[in-house]
Each structure stands twice: as structure tokens, then as C-alpha cells.
């Protein structure tokens, strides 16, 4: 199982990004989806995740700004981020969960600067 990610970059206080996360390889079902990020001295965290019926959770602090999706025929998860502020700089991750193995994506890097 092989995921990609893409759409991370350099954006400005206030501005939006649309990271998307491919899946390929040797997958019949892919339960859960979603995205972890990691900030310079800090731990990974929980972003945003959604079941494979389509249920989504986010943390706190993205709320109302960011929206997750999913196309299961396309095995592919899709985080728009707007409203974007510095303390969402990280490295972003995506992950997938199926048959009970989680799998992860090489990251994407998010900066939020002027």
C-alpha cells in the first residue's frame, strides 16, 4: 500500500490549501481516513478523520476552517484548509486505516507566513 500526498506549499495568514492523499496498491476496503500533522518540537496530532461512511471528526482548533472528504472510488481523502493561520505550520500526513494495519504518507509541508 503506497500513499501520496500533494498540495502543500507556502501560504499566507488568512489564505487556503487543498492537500489530497491517493492510495494505491493491494487495497479492497479502506476503513478509516484522515490527516495527522507534526509541528517543529511537537508531537504528531490528529487533524481530521472520516469513516468509510462518511462520519468525520476534527480537532478543535480546525474546526469551521478546515472540511475533510473522501471518493472511495478513487481511494483518495481531501483536507481544504482555509482561513489558514501561522500555528498551522507542520508537516502533514495522511493515513489510512484498513483490515486493522494503519498506513502512512511520506508528508506534505504546510507553511503559514507572511
Known amino acids: 500500500v503506497q500513499l501520496q500526498a500533494s498540495g502543500g506549499g507556502l501560504v499566507q495568514p488568512g489564505g487556503s490549501l487543498r492537500l489530497s492523499c491517493a492510495a494505491s496498491g493491494s487495497i479492497f476496503s479502506i476503513n478509516d481516513m484522515g490527516w495527522y500533522r507534526q509541528a517543529p518540537g511537537k508531537q504528531r496530532e490528529l487533524v481530521a478523520g472520516i469513516t468509510l461512511s462518511g462520519n468525520t471528526n476534527y480537532a478543535d482548533s480546525v474546526k469551521g476552517r478546515f472540511t475533510l472528504s473522501r471518493d472511495n472510488a478513487k481511494n483518495t481523502v481531501y483536507l481544504r484548509m482555509n482561513s489558514l493561520k501561522p500555528e498551522d505550520t507542520a508537516v502533514y500526513y495522511c493515513?489510512?486505516?484498513?483490515?486493522?494495519?494503519?498506513?502512512w504518507g511520506q508528508g506534505t509541508q504546510v507553511t503559514v507566513s507572511s
Open positions: 493515513s489510512i486505516l484498513t483490515y486493522g494495519v494503519q498506513y
